[in-house]
Each structure stands twice: as structure tokens, then as C-alpha cells.
């Protein structure tokens, strides 16, 4: 499975765009890109998935530029429930099971 | 659909006894998946299920861990002789076939063991 990396943590405002970057250098031609998000006290809770270009759901877009080495999560106009741990997963689309990092702790302030 | 539900929500336990946690999948997945997580990790994969199946193990499920899923329905995880390292939160998660990609999760069982 393909290694991620992503920053530690992120501080934003409410109403602010937030773009998270994750790393994946070795990701694999089969391979797709997962984003998950978990609150306090929950478990966590798929967000998107895409393989190529631009993937876009009521949530969340995710961005991923040909050479696919890396990928950018992005949240609009974050308010402060989307303060949460976002965790970017790669992996085949018929994986058995996900693999989380550290993932990337988002603090919204108002 | 009501989600998957894992009962207890807390559990306290003293070293050295045995523990039993239960999930309840969304009724038409059929794949069920059981994972643990320490304060400031993301989830560790512990095993999953297709129906009844016990398809993959990690190596993180020692043998003083059991899971099972009688008539590919609910699950249960135990812990044996438990020990304060197994202190964690245990989640549960599940998925259709060919959308394993897309989990979804309990709100898991904290186990303390003191």
C-alpha cells in the first residue's frame, strides 16, 4: 500500500476555503485516493473518493493532478463543525481493508 | 437504515478479565470489519468478515482475541485476559461487496482496562 503524508494540523476560520495536501509518492497504477473525516468521539466517516482530475460531491472536492503523486482535499466555507481529523487513504477500490496515517488535525475558529 | 451500532459504548475492566463487544452492521452489508484506535492514531485494521467468513487477521489480533459473526448478521469481538495495552477505542465498520472503499463506521466501545 501506498504511503500518505499530510501536515499534522491546519487552523482556519470560519468561511474560509481549506485545501489539504496530501503526499503519496509510490501510489500505484490501480490505485485510488479515499478521504475520510472523524469527529470527537466517532468513528470515521467517508468523504470522497477519486482516481484522476477532479472529483466533486456535496461535501467536499478533490483535486488530483496527472501525475497523481499527490492530492488536495478541499473543503469550502469550512464552519466550525467541520473541525475533525481528515485522513487521505490510497489503495485499489477492492482493498479489504483501510489503512489510516496520523491523518490531519483541522481546527475551525470563529 | 439506522447504521451500525456497537454496544457497550464504555467499558471498564480490571486487568486480567475477559470482555465481549458487539457490532450491528447495516442490515444488507455484508462485509464487517473491526479496527482499534489509541489517542492521536487512526484506526488499526483487526479483522473482517464477509458474511460469516473470517476473511483476513492482523497481526495486531493476538490469540487472546476472538472475533466471530454467526450467520453473517452481528459480531463479536472478545478479549481474553485483558491486559492495559488493549486500552483503546474498538470500532466496527461496514461495507457492501465491491464498495469496500466506502466503510461505515460505528460510534465504537472504550475499553479501559485498569
Known amino acids: 500500500l501506498a504511503k500518505t503524508t499530510q501536515p499534522i494540523s491546519m487552523d482556519s476560520y470560519e468561511g474560509q476555503e481549506v485545501n489539504i495536501t496530501c503526499s503519496h509518492n509510490?501510489?500505484?497504477?490501480?490505485?485510488?485516493i479515499t478521504w475520510y473525516q472523524q469527529f470527537p468521539s466517532q468513528g470515521p466517516r467517508f468523504i470522497i473518493q477519486?482516481?484522476?482530475t477532479k472529483v466533486t460531491n456535496e461535501v467536499a472536492s478533490l483535486f488530483i493532478p496527472a501525475d497523481r503523486k499527490s492530492s488536495t482535499l478541499s473543503l469550502p466555507r469550512v464552519s466550525l463543525s467541520d473541525t475533525a481529523v481528515y485522513y487521505c487513504?490510497?489503495?485499489?477500490?477492492?482493498?479489504?481493508?483501510?489503512?489510516f496515517g496520523t491523518g490531519t488535525r483541522l481546527l475551525v475558529s470563529p | 437504515d439506522t447504521g451500525v451500532s456497537q454496544d457497550p459504548r464504555h467499558k471498564i475492566t480490571k486487568r486480567g478479565q475477559n470482555v465481549t463487544f458487539r457490532c450491528d452492521p447495516i442490515?444488507?452489508?455484508?462485509?464487517l470489519y473491526w479496527y482499534r484506535q489509541t489517542l492521536g492514531q487512526g484506526p488499526e485494521f483487526l479483522t473482517y468478515?464477509?458474511?460469516?467468513?473470517?476473511?483476513?487477521k492482523s497481526r495486531l489480533l493476538s490469540d487472546r482475541f476472538s472475533a466471530e459473526r454467526p450467520k453473517g448478521s452481528f459480531s463479536t469481538l472478545e478479549i481474553q485476559r485483558t491486559e492495559q495495552g488493549d486500552s483503546a477505542m474498538y470500532l466496527c465498520?461496514?461495507?457492501?461487496?465491491?464498495?469496500?472503499?466506502?466503510?461505515?463506521f460505528g460510534p465504537g466501545t472504550r475499553l479501559t482496562v485498569t
Open positions: 465498520a461496514s461495507s457492501l461487496d465491491g464498495r469496500s472503499y466506502e466503510q461505515y
Open positions: 509510490n501510489i500505484a497504477t490501480n490505485d485510488y
Open positions: 477519486g482516481y484522476k
Open positions: 487513504l490510497v489503495g485499489e477500490p477492492g482493498f479489504q481493508k483501510l489503512v
Open positions: 442490515s444488507e452489508h455484508n462485509r
Open positions: 468478515f464477509q458474511n460469516e467468513a473470517q476473511l483476513e
